[in-house]
């Protein structure tokens, strides 16, 4: 009852509040640049998460090699990218064209070799090379990919050595045993954490303002700095912050859902069935995997 | 064995007469602990040859090395006539690239203590596995097969469930069936009873009896002296990674020779 009270002063205080100005979050919710910048922090996030992904598993498969070469390599990267702030890397990234003017491709140290152009085929101007957009999706993928290497380290070795031997006995290969046998089971362990890192980099793309690449914090930024109306500008790109984290959060639910195939009896329900079940219809069993019928008591757990 | 290793070309025997296993003087030791000290041993085509011993005797070691699960330090040891897991030159060992070694392994089917079936497949998909990633069949045809593999341990209903919904007895005949969608012309079993409930050994010996009275070629570590007796073509007992005592099963069990033999075996009958 004192919680309702306190709640309902709060949010009494917001809305009655004059500097809030709900008029102004109306009107720049759909901004074109809020729009615009909102495009911009999805494909950062999309792209970056592909790169952390991808070369996160390459990083953990490199890590376990028997290789002494891959393993200390992937080691040494790790340690590089999870060491130092994402935010110091994407400076990095952005300032580059500082350290290397041009980067060449061309025959190893050929201007030590009196070579012309240094030996170089081909050479390009680091910052035509790098421009703003690929400089924060290096910098937040390759960070990301020191994150995941370890996700996805833990994943494999989470799956029982038997399971390689029993892949291995059937004449499967090594890549064969880990892309159909060792990998899906890992998903297992891999996939919640990963939904947190997906989540944790839609709002680590704020980061990339700056170095004012324009995206959803950035696009805000750029409003009230002209008309002096943060606090609705922030709420703004706080509401869209907050409308995509709930929708991945969603996605995260069904996929991990699907990776739980065979390690549970009984699939838990989904909301929607758990709600269908509140409202006394009792849903039939999802493809007969299951003679339970999944209503809020069935076996389930969140 | 008096003969030198070296002398003994690799495809020597090709054609009639051909051992399925043959091992010399095989050595492995993990570390500086040694498991296995020179294990001489010849197993017939149809044949079944039954790997009795104590625990740490070195019998599932072997076993694991004749599919090259283990590589083994010294000796030599040939499937169908061809050495596991190396390529010998001149009087020189090469060892096989890892796409060779798992090349051969198509044709040793392999069933273990704890079943090791693929948790996030139907029984139907585990059986289909192989064949179809390895040997490139047609998914039609492999599952077509799986059926038919499934209906001949008992288990033509279970094809749609998941090993975690099946029970020991259960999950091993799929694991046998498994083997044998790849056809193999040897089976190692790796102590396949010894992880199930008393009641459901035998449904999983049964499936076995049926397969070697079929002919197929079987390595069988188990502690079911039973089963060996019935079965069994030879009997091997092994301890301290040699072998003591070897001969047909009902001899050995009724007369053995060796005091280690006589002590092991008045424990386990």
């Known amino acids: 009852m004192a919680v309702a009270v306190l709640a309902a002063m709060l949010i009494h205080a917001i809305v009655t509040n004059p500097a809030i100005q709900w008029d102004v979050i109306r009107t720049y919710l759909f901004d074109s640049s809020i729009t615009h910048g909102l495009v911009v922090t999805l494909e950062l996030t999309a792209l970056a998460m592909l790169i952390g992904v991808s070369g996160g598993t390459l990083l953990a498969i490199m890590r376990l090699s028997p290789n002494p070469v891959l393993s200390s390599t992937a080691w040494f990267y790790i340690w590089v990218f999870r060491g130092t702030p994402v935010l110091v890397q994407l400076l990095f990234w952005n300032f580059l064209g500082a350290l ?69 006995a059937l004449g499967m290969s090594q890549s064969a045993t880990m892309r159909r046998i060792i990998l899906p089971q890992a998903m297992r362990v891999i996939i919640p954490p990963t939904g947190n890192e997906t989540i944790s980099m839609l709002k680590t793309t704020s980061l990339v303002s ?93 | 064995m008096s003969t030198p290793v070296n002398d003994t070309p690799p495809q020597s025997a090709a054609g009639a007469g051909t051992p399925m296993v043959k091992a010399e003087a095989v050595h492995k030791s993990y570390g500086t602990v040694p498991v296995l000290k020179g294990i001489d041993l010849r197993v017939d085509p149809g044949q079944v040859v039954v790997l009795v011993g104590p625990s740490g005797s070195g019998k599932s070691t072997f076993l694991r090395c004749i599919n090259h699960l283990e590589k083994i330090n010294a000796g030599r040891l040939w499937v169908d006539g061809e050495l596991v897991g190396y390529r010998q030159k001149g009087d020189r060992l090469y060892e096989l690239k890892d796409r060779e070694v798992a090349q051969k392994r198509r044709d040793i089917g392999m069933v273990f203590q704890h079943f090791n079936l693929f948790p996030h497949m139907t029984a139907l998909e585990n059986i289909v596995e192989a064949p179809v990633q390895v040997k490139g069949e047609s998914k039609a045809a492999a ?14 209903d ?112």
């Open chain 1, 210 to 302: 700056a170095i004012s690449l324009e995206e959803l914090l950035r696009a805000g930024q750029n409003i009230y700095s002209r008309t002096f109306q943060t606090i609705p500008l922030l709420i703004v790109v706080s509401i869209w912050y907050l409308l995509m984290t709930s929708i991945l959060t969603v996605v995260q639910y069904y996929i991990e859902r699907h990776y739980a195939r065979g390690a549970n009896r009984v699939l838990p329900p989904t909301p929607l069935q758990r709600l269908r079940g509140l409202l006394g219809r009792r849903p039939k069993p999802a493809n007969g995997e299951s003679d339970v019928v999944p209503g809020l008591e069935g076996g389930g757990h969140l």
């Open chain 2, 158 to 269: 279970k094809a749609g469930s998941y090993p975690s919904q099946l029970s020991g007895g259960q999950q091993q005949r799929v694991a046998i069936a498994r083997a044998l969608a790849m056809e193999p012309k040897l089976m190692l079993f790796d102590e396949p009873t010894s992880a199930l409930d008393p009641e459901l050994v035998g449904e999983v010996l049964d499936v076995m009896r049926g397969l070697a009275e079929e002919g197929m070629t079987m390595i069988v570590v188990t502690h079911e002296m039973g089963f060996a007796r019935e079965v069994g073509d030879a009997l091997v007992f092994m301890d301290g990674g040699v072998v003591v005592e070897a001969g047909h099963p009902r001899e050995v069990l009724a007369n053995p020779q060796h005091e280690r033999t006589k002590l092991f075996l008045s424990k386990v009958l």
């Open chain 2, 143 to 156: 599952r077509e097969r799986a059926r038919a593999l499934l209906d001949r341990v008992g288990l033509a």
């Open chain 1, 100 to 168: 290397w003017a041009k980067l060449s491709i061309g025959v190893p140290f050929g201007g030590y070799l009196g070579l012309s152009d240094g030996g170089a085929f081909w050479s390009q101007d680091t910052n035509k090379l790098i421009p703003l957009f690929v400089a924060a999706l290096l910098g937040l993928g390759l960070n990301e990919a020191a994150y995941m290497a370890e996700i996805v380290r833990g994943g494999i070795q989470s799956v029982a050595v038997g399971q390689t031997e029993a892949a291995h």
